[in-house]
């Protein structure tokens, strides 16, 4: 077994990464970064009337229009539950409330197997939320596992730009090779067990060896970055805003993070889960907490303080994107190098419906100031904006979950 761990220790002296300057490349990497907002939006105010592209939130992002789409009549067939759909945005896998629910690989998860290999990081899941379900995170492995979101601004900003100490080095290489030593004792056992193995079940057990490979591979990597310092950024070391309610500030920082690990290379792929659930935002007009505000029942005043708090978070989207827009790289800036998805997993959290998600998709070198309006009764797979966006990334993708091929009127 020790033979493994050596190899495990050696591979990070011997097997050099592909390098990490981008000089020689004429236009940087392909990116993604997914967002989702657990409680969605109201739909009279985000949806375009017929044949028209602005709506009162989307005037929130006028000066950004030309460089994001929103669609209409999108949603994951079959992907129901109410607030339990969240937990599907990006792998619509159906049925998440019933007791045997298994999700699946998740869009971002995808992406990050093909443009993850260069980077410290192949993806980065982090969260704005109180820490409740559905705030969590919306990465979920090929094993159907959700991956733990990063809550901390703090802690992010030291694992992506503060080197460790000796000590501190030391102690992550002891974890590193401590991973190594378990998968040793897990492969030893599962080669005996191969011996007995019937026939039918043998395919399953090399699905599993193909995973301990990956493992294997990802201890590698691990080794070789523990040994490569991390980028410098002039962007001083931010404190954690302990108050969930200041979740627009939260948002901003979080977001100044995220341009940052994408503009270092440090990631390729971000995703983001953005609650407001059991939290009543600092946002003036605002005094109840946002879930009660969403099943407003059509009352007034209700609707108007719901309004208030969805209009602070597309303003704070709109920053975001102008943001992207404002950091030069070759050929274009970082939005037009990086796919940014907005939206949610409740079309109208009112009645708590997954229909008619509310959707943007922002740069990405796609051809944007539209609206794709699809049928609102009988919705599209938004699993094939999903394809047409792997194809962006210029990865090759024909289906994705639920897809039917790709979305017609995307182009880039």
């Not at 929130?60 to 994001?68: S, T, V």
Request: net charge positive; hydrophobic share 40%.
């Amino acid at each position: 077994m020790h033979t493994r761990r050596h190899f495990l220790r050696a591979a990070g002296a011997l097997l050099a990464l592909p390098s990490i300057g981008r000089a020689a490349e004429k236009l940087p990497p392909k990116r993604l970064f997914a967002i989702h907002v657990p409680l969605g939006m109201m739909p009279e105010f985000f949806f375009p009337k017929a044949g028209d592209t602005s709506s009162p939130y989307l005037d929130l992002l006028a000066e950004q229009r030309p460089h994001f789409t929103t669609f209409h009549g999108l949603s994951h067939p079959d992907v129901n539950g109410n607030h339990h759909a969240g937990q599907c945005f990006l792998s619509g896998a159906p049925h998440p409330g019933q007791p045997t629910f298994r999700n699946s690989l998740s869009l971002d998860q995808l992406a990050a197997e093909k443009l993850g290999l260069d980077t410290r990081f192949p993806s980065l899941a982090v969260s704005v939320s109180k820490g409740e379900h559905y705030g969590d995170s919306i990465a979920i492995s090929r094993a159907g596992v959700m991956l733990p979101a990063e809550k901390s601004p703090e802690k992010l900003y030291r694992r992506l730009f503060v080197a460790g100490t000796p000590e501190e080095k030391a102690a992550t290489m002891r974890r590193i090779e401590a991973g190594g030593s378990v998968l040793d004792l897990i492969l030893d056992k599962a080669k005996r067990l191969e011996k007995s193995t019937a026939a039918e079940d043998r395919a399953r057990l090399e699905q599993y060896f193909q995973s301990v490979r990956e493992l294997e591979g990802r201890l590698q990597r691990n080794i070789e970055w523990e040994n490569r310092p991390k980028p410098k950024v002039d962007y001083p070391q931010p404190k954690d805003i302990a108050d969930a309610n200041e979740v627009i500030a939260r948002s901003k920082l979080m977001f100044d993070l995220i341009r940052l690990a994408l503009q270092t290379d440090s990631t390729r792929v971000v995703t983001l889960s953005l609650s407001t659930f059991s939290v009543v935002p600092h946002v003036p007009g605002v005094k109840s907490e946002t879930h009660g505000l969403t099943h407003h029942g059509n009352e007034p005043d209700k609707i108007a303080e719901l309004k208030k708090i969805e209009e602070a978070q597309m303003k704070v989207f709109a920053d975001l994107l102008r943001t992207f827009r404002g950091v030069a790289e070759t050929g274009g800036t970082l939005l037009d190098h990086t796919q940014v998805l907005y939206g949610s997993c409740l079309g109208n959290a009112n009645s708590h419906s997954n229909q008619n998600l509310p959707l943007i998709l922002a740069g990405g070198g796609f051809k944007h100031g539209q609206n794709l309006a699809f049928n609102a009764q009988n919705n599209t797979p938004m699993a094939n904006l999903f394809v047409s966006m792997l194809q962006g990334l210029g990865i090759e993708a024909d289906k994705f979950a639920s897809s039917t091929g790709t979305l017609s009127g995307l182009k880039t």
